[in-house]
């Protein structure tokens, strides 16, 4: 099956940084990748639509000045967490769907737990 | 579809037994369904799959069962082994709606030697 590689697979870092996290396709072009967020035993929420060469569209809720999205390529996805406090720390999974399959099953990468201190 | 504050509910069977996981899917223009596992610290993983002009699809151990009716879905899973214990989610998808995944709330399952 196709394969969505997620970088980095933990990160901890201090408040007021900012972290990165890619995410990529392996084996197949997407022309659209998916954020999600969750939490400790909770649902995967959606956070936005990330779509190569355009803007991100973004979840109701969802700060778009907060969590930057950037789809330069039809294989990767950056998600940037900007001045990351320690109520974002949470659990970011990303995923993708090929591109000649717009109505198919998603494929999602291994997720990033990401902790603020 | 976000849960928000939610603890999951737990399925406890016994190895061996068949496990049964529902889920109440909200969007009536939903027309394909899918069902995950996730293990902790881990992505979600394709189970199997049903577009909503099926009511049953089965595959190896699984069965899912549309009923969109009362917008019900459910996962059979036959026999169930140690390793099925997870976090089970369904998700939702509509050309509609841009054919955005939206999880349900999710069940824990927890397997019984």
């Known amino acids: 099956g196709a394969v969505v590689s997620q970088h980095p697979s933990r990160v901890i870092c201090k408040s007021g940084t900012s972290v990165k996290i890619e995410c990529r396709s392996l084996?197949?072009?997407?022309?659209?990748m998916f954020w999600y967020r969750q939490f400790p035993k909770q649902s995967l929420m959606l956070m936005a639509t990330?779509?190569?060469?355009?803007?991100?569209?973004?979840e109701q809720g969802v700060e778009k000045d907060k969590f930057l999205i950037n789809h330069a390529s039809l294989t990767l996805s950056t998600l940037t967490v900007t001045s990351a406090h320690p109520e974002d720390s949470s659990f970011y999974i990303c995923?993708?769907?090929?591109?000649?399959?717009?109505?198919?099953?998603?494929?999602f990468g291994s997720g990033t737990q990401l902790s603020v201190l | 579809g976000e849960s928000v504050g939610l603890h999951l509910p737990t399925l406890s069977v016994q190895e061996g037994d068949n496990s049964i996981i529902n889920c109440a899917y909200s969007n009536s223009a939903s027309d394909y369904f899918i069902w995950y596992k996730q293990e902790s610290g881990k992505g979600p993983q394709f189970i199997i799959d049903i577009r909503s002009n099926m009511d049953k699809r089965q595959g190896q151990r699984v069965t899912v069962l549309l009923n969109k009716t009362v917008k019900h879905l459910s996962l059979q899973i036959a026999a169930t082994q140690p390793g099925d214990s997870a976090v089970y989610f369904c998700?939702?998808?509509?050309?509609?709606?841009?054919?955005?995944?939206?999880f349900g709330a999710g069940t824990i399952l927890r397997v019984k030697s």
């Open positions: 995923s993708a769907r090929p591109q000649t399959r717009a109505n198919e099953k998603l494929f």
């Open positions: 084996d197949f072009q997407a022309t659209t």
């Open positions: 990330s779509n190569e060469g355009s803007k991100a569209t973004y």
């Open positions: 998700a939702e998808a509509s050309m509609e709606y841009g054919n955005k995944l939206v």
